[in-house]
């Protein structure tokens, strides 16, 4: 496990890859060797994500106003998580050589993208299922190297500046590092036999958690970024939220619980409906005692800077965020902002999760409609109504 350390003032090293990557400083001391002149380095400082809206077709899909929301709030890129099954692919239909895919709505937010000067990450985020037959069958592989060889082929006239491929959506493999490292080694070598200069972002294993860097190694190719999720403290973020077990029995029962940690009242009760108070109390402790504030946050960030520094490598944080149905929005946006400088202190780009969904930053003005149970707010008609960035997140993302 890798130590945390307090943060470190920048050194002039940091700034060497500016010349190669505008999107990313380096984390090292000797830089990697430097790309062919004729390459095209995408902007990848400040994205947010697409959510569920390519990924789930029962969602409604953006518009061209939501592309322009997204460019005058201060974004220079999209991330596009995509749901493989949800457009026609089966890993058994490719592992005969059958490839169906959907390209049609894909295309559409792409081009809308491109023409507002918007970079673009597609990432492949399969179901819970998909993700157990290729962690579990060896044979999947054929199947998931045909996707990615016919995505690629799809979009190799698209300039390398607009299109940048994450191949595998947090990726579980929590006991089998070396088998997610072939798995992924032979998905870009059969990718860079299509398009040889794209950037390509690998999620690292354990869920594309700081645990992920553990014992991991980078893959023999100098155009890949290696990317993780930041959610922590969970108690924060997903406060409210039907979550795993292993996150905590009682944060499904937490609202308004504030951050920084030392805002908690140690008299106020934020777990009033929990079914076990003991527990609830205990969670609420932990977190409080750990001291959960942008120097706490930094620290954790630090990790990835540290395994980057050491292996002569390129990170990127493509989620963080916080769930914003059972959080005051004060200490919803000082989350994110702490996050935010955290990353950028340490040259590391990053996508809020995410546009318009449970962790959104967007309002709706206009025709709308609420859908009980879920707990989301949609648009009746894109055409009677707006989506619009809110202020504070635009402060907390891109201010001071």
Excluded at 92 to 113: I, K, P, Q, Y
Excluded at 129 to 157: C, N, Y
Excluded at 194 to 202: A, E
Excluded at 358 to 369: D, M, N, S, V
Aim: proline letters at 5%; aromatic letters at 12%.
């Amino acid at each position: 496990m890798l130590s945390f350390r307090a943060p470190t003032e920048m050194s002039g090293t940091f700034v060497r890859w500016s010349a190669i990557f505008g999107f990313l400083l380096t984390f090292a001391t000797t830089a990697p060797q430097v790309l062919a002149a004729d390459f095209s380095p995408p902007n990848l400082k400040h994205g947010i994500n697409l959510s569920n809206w390519f990924s789930d077709t029962q969602r409604e899909t953006l518009v061209a106003h939501d592309f322009d929301a997204i460019k005058a709030a201060g974004f220079d890129h999209v991330r596009i998580p995509i749901n493989p099954e949800s457009l026609g692919f089966s890993l058994s239909d490719a592992e005969t050589g059958r490839v169906l895919f959907d390209f049609s709505s894909l295309d559409s937010a792409v081009n809308m993208a491109r023409d507002r000067g918007l970079s673009v990450i597609l990432d492949v985020q399969p179901s819970d299922s998909f993700m157990g037959v290729i962690e579990q069958d060896a044979r999947a592989e054929t199947g998931l190297i045909a996707l990615w060889q016919h995505i690629a082929e799809h979009f190799k006239p698209y300039s390398t500046t607009t299109i940048v491929f994450e191949l595998l959506n947090e990726p579980r493999f929590k006991t089998a590092g070396s088998q997610y490292r072939i798995l992924i080694g032979d998905i870009l070598s059969a990718i860079r036999q299509v398009t040889p200069k794209n950037v390509i972002i690998v999620d690292l294993p354990k869920s594309a958690t700081l645990d992920g860097f553990d014992d991991f190694v980078q893959l023999a190719d100098d155009n890949v970024l290696y990317a993780f999720h930041f959610y922590e403290p969970y108690i924060i973020t997903h406060q409210g939220m039907k979550v795993p077990l292993v996150w905590g029995r009682s944060l499904r029962y937490f609202r308004n619980l504030p951050y920084p940690s030392q805002t908690v009242s140690a008299t106020a009760n934020y777990a009033p409906d929990a079914a076990d108070i003991v527990e609830a109390k205990r969670a609420q402790t932990e977190y409080t005692m750990a001291n959960w504030d942008a120097a706490h946050i930094a620290a954790r960030i630090k990790v990835a800077a540290d395994w980057a520094a050491a292996n002569h490598q390129r990170v990127i944080c493509t989620e963080f965020g916080v769930a914003r149905r059972f959080i005051d929005p004060g200490s919803r946006y000082q989350w994110i902002s702490d996050t935010r400088k955290a990353l950028e202190a340490n040259g590391i780009g990053w996508d809020l999760w995410d546009y318009t969904d449970l962790f959104g930053i967007t309002k709706l003005t206009g025709e709308t409609i609420t859908e009980s149970g879920d707990g989301l707010v949609r648009l009746a008609d894109p055409d009677e109504g707006s989506r619009d960035v809110e202020p504070e997140a635009v402060k907390s993302l891109f201010g001071n």
